[in-house]
């Protein structure tokens, strides 16, 4: 109980100093949406006046007041769940931008990080046990040339080979313009045709790191005294490197799994950026771009708190894998 309670009052210290950290930083950055709205006009001959500075900043609702002030009403607005209107999207509020990009980022990048965990962990495995054989050397010589790739290098990579050479794939996009997005079945394989490219991008770089990660836990267990015995009383090979190696290698990538896991709601921005798929990563660039302080509020909001609430399940997780930590 006493692990719970200290894990509890650290998850709420942490949630409240994201939340002043979220507020702070877009007012750190140097510009603000006015004078990008003022730079865009300025940049077609006309000139600015101050009646047009006040219209745009009545327009896009500018933050007024002491930062004491703004602080304590974004708190508020934060307890009610409003985010305000997105700058960038005048017509609609923060909320409903965020919802519509977020389940193209749940989607992607959840299914993606899950196929890399499984495919990673179990390469992992088998380079681990076959540790010093050509086996091990082909999976760790791979997984150290995928790591090494950016992400955006090879999604352009596979852009330009597979989507503009060969038009295997569409070249930008979520979906097909014109189309409604709805659950009918031939949306959705319109939707998965559009995300095959940016989930390989993903996939790959991705891998490399569960391979290594199960890879080196795996060999570290292989040396326990446990493994010894167990192999000295005849156990068969598939029992020990799946029930007494694996299981216990695994623990470390579990804490890793979970905060991927927690990481999805941020998606991918670069990845998401190159391919213009309509996800959270791609929305945050927008905002960042645009000097949008309410939507990159709460997308950088949405972000924290999902990998604190990661974070915090998976050390109550992990005490029930491991009593070790409760002592």
Same mark, same amino acid.
């Given at each position: 109980m006493r692990y719970v309670l200290r894990k509890v009052a650290l998850f709420v210290l942490t949630v409240w100093a994201a939340v002043t950290l979220n507020f702070a930083l877009p007012r750190l950055m140097p510009g603000s949406p006015v004078d990008a709205a003022l730079s865009k006009l300025a940049a077609t001959g006309q000139q600015i006046t101050n009646a047009q500075r006040k219209a745009i900043e009545i327009q896009l609702g500018a933050p007024h007041g002491s930062l004491l002030g703004q602080y304590w009403d974004y708190l508020k607005n934060i307890a009610q769940l409003k985010f305000g209107r997105s700058y960038s999207f005048p017509t609609e509020t923060v909320a409903h931008t965020i919802g519509k990009a977020l389940p193209w980022t749940l989607v992607l990048v959840g299914a993606t990080t899950i196929f890399a965990f499984i495919v990673g962990t179990v390469l992992g495995v088998y380079a681990g046990w076959r540790r010093g054989t050509r086996a091990d050397s082909s999976v760790t010589i791979g997984a150290t040339f995928f790591a090494g790739v950016p992400p955006f290098w090879l999604g352009l990579l596979l852009l330009y080979a597979l989507a503009y050479k060969l038009n295997w794939f569409a070249i930008k996009g979520g979906y097909t313009p014109g189309l409604t997005p709805n659950l009918s079945l031939s949306f959705l394989s319109d939707a998965a045709q559009h995300s095959v490219l940016p989930a390989l991008t993903l996939a790959i770089t991705t891998l490399s790191g569960w391979v290594f990660g199960m890879r080196n836990n795996m060999i570290n267990v292989l040396g326990e005294d446990y493994i010894t015995f167990a192999e000295a009383n005849g156990l068969r090979t598939r029992t020990i490197a799946l029930l007494y190696t694996a299981r216990n290698a695994l623990l470390p990538n579990v804490t890793s799994f979970g905060l991927s896991l927690g990481a999805v709601v941020g998606g991918s921005v #670069? *990845?998401?950026?190159? =391919?213009?798929?309509? %996800?959270? %990563?791609?929305?945050?660039? &927008? @905002?960042?771009?645009?000097?949008? =302080?309410?939507? +990159?509020? @709460?997308? #950088? #909001?949405? &972000?924290?708190?999902? +990998?604190? *609430? @990661? &974070? =915090? &399940?998976?050390?109550?997780?992990y005490a029930r894998l491991d009593p070790r930590v409760l002592r």
């Open positions: #670069l *990845v998401e950026s190159v =391919f213009s798929y309509p %996800g959270l %990563g791609n929305l945050l660039y &927008i @905002a960042v771009t645009n000097h949008d =302080f309410p939507l +990159m509020q @709460a997308l #950088l #909001l949405v &972000i924290c708190l999902s +990998m604190l *609430v @990661a &974070i =915090f &399940i998976v050390d109550l997780l």
